[in-house]
């Protein structure tokens, strides 16, 4: 399994980003997938996840109203829509996803993608 994160970079205060992940992944399934993120001196949380099936949705209330998850499962793809970003937004965000292989769905497993930088610049 890999996750290769892109669409990073410089933006402004106020500015869009729109950060894509794509999932290889054969012989095994995606059950939710994340976006998580660490800013310089703190911890890795979680900004917004995605389940598999009804695609229900859960954001961390700092990006509630600004950032959008959404999947495209045909692809294996998540993708994570920030508007009106701000300063403490900057950080390394990761891909996540937890998957089971194909005829063993009782053991799930966790893979972590690269990392892509977002700075916001105020």
């Known amino acids: ?3 290769v994160e892109s669409g990073g970079g410089l ?3 106020g500015g869009s980003l729109r950060l894509s992940c794509a999932a290889s992944i054969s012989g095994f399934s995606i059950k ?3 976006w998580y993120r660490q800013g310089p ?3 890795r949380e979680l900004v917004a996840s995605i389940t598999s099936g009804d695609d229900s949705t859960n ?3 700092s990006v509630k109203g600004r950032f959008t998850i959404s999947r495209d ?3 294996n793809n998540v993708y994570l829509q920030m508007n009106s970003l701000k300063p403490e937004d900057t950080a390394v965000y990761y ?3 937890r998957v089971v292989r194909v005829g063993y769905e009782w053991t799930a497993f966790q893979y972590w993608g690269q990392g892509t930088q977002v700075t916001v610049s105020s």
Do not use: E, S
Request: hydrophobic content about 45%.
């Open 95 to 97: 891909c996540y996803a």
């Open 32 to 34: 939710d997938m994340a």
């Open 59 to 61: 954001y961390a209330d």
């Open 1 to 3: 399994v890999q996750l």
């Open 41 to 43: 001196g703190k911890q």
């Open 73 to 75: 499962n045909a692809k």
């Open 11 to 13: 933006v402004q205060a």
